[in-house]
């Protein structure tokens, strides 16, 4: 059974910064797509950020430059790290593991950005 893990949530003034992890388990972690996604009140889940077994990132336009995926395959863990959040960057932040047609999802953590 695939399990996701995420960790790293939490409350940050504007201007700040967070790192979130990703554990996983129950899978090769290394031949997975590794994504960061996000979800607000009352908006549609979106892509903040992935990152391909090879090490291939892609980023949502509002993220780059501020935002950066990582992987460390010998942890199973994916990172997202955040830095001059803005409040609009408030989400809960999920994580999701991709491998051909299998997609998993972890439960989220939450990111409040204070202006």
């Known amino acids: 059974q695939v399990q996701l893990v995420e960790s790293g949530g939490g409350l940050v003034q504007a201007g700040g910064s967070l790192r979130l992890s990703c554990t996983v388990s129950?899978?090769?972690?290394?031949?997975?797509?590794m994504g960061w996604y996000r979800q607000a009140p009352g908006k549609q889940r979106e892509l903040v950020a992935s990152?391909?077994?090879?090490?291939?990132?892609n980023y949502a336009d509002s993220v780059k430059g501020r935002f950066t995926i990582s992987r460390d395959n010998a942890k199973n863990t994916a990172y997202l790290q955040m830095n001059s959040l803005k409040p609009e960057d408030t989400a809960v932040y999920y994580c999701?593991?991709?491998?051909?047609?299998?997609?998993?999802w972890g439960r989220g953590t939450q990111v409040i950005v204070s202006s």
């Open positions: 999701q593991a991709k491998r051909l047609l299998s997609v998993f």
């Open positions: 129950g899978s090769i972690f290394s031949d997975n797509t």
């Open positions: 990152i391909t077994s090879i090490g291939n990132t």
